[in-house]
């Protein structure tokens, strides 16, 4: 299992920074967010030091999903929110703060305030959205 020295989420996986955890396995840690959105914010993380989805194997990421659909559900259960955001941000841009990848898991009700993911969609080219996509598709 890699660590980095100085990623604060590596310290916690080793057990050198405390944190509130809710679930743990082999691979994944997910514990409550110090600084949370609304109440029940988890962050779920891999155990071996990743910066971000384009540095994690498919399969690791996937189990990380398995343990995010779990930890949900687990929230639904015990706050009853109206919604959840499932959030994965990557770099400086997407406002990703520590560089460790890390999913966070955020119950949401009507009339929280919050205003993640709150855009007004606005229809864009097909002829360039088509484009995009068959670029894309050659690389993957």
Known sequence: MEHRDDCVFCKIVKGEIPCIKIYEDENALAFMDIAPLNQGHVLIIPKSHYET???IEPGVFGWLGNVVTRVCKAVQKTLKPDGINVMQLNGKAANQVVPHLHIHVVPRNFGDGL???????????MDQIKSTAEAIKKNI
């Open 53 to 55: 989805i384009l540095d």
């Open 115 to 125: 205003s993640i993911c709150a855009w007004d969609p606005i229809p864009g080219s």
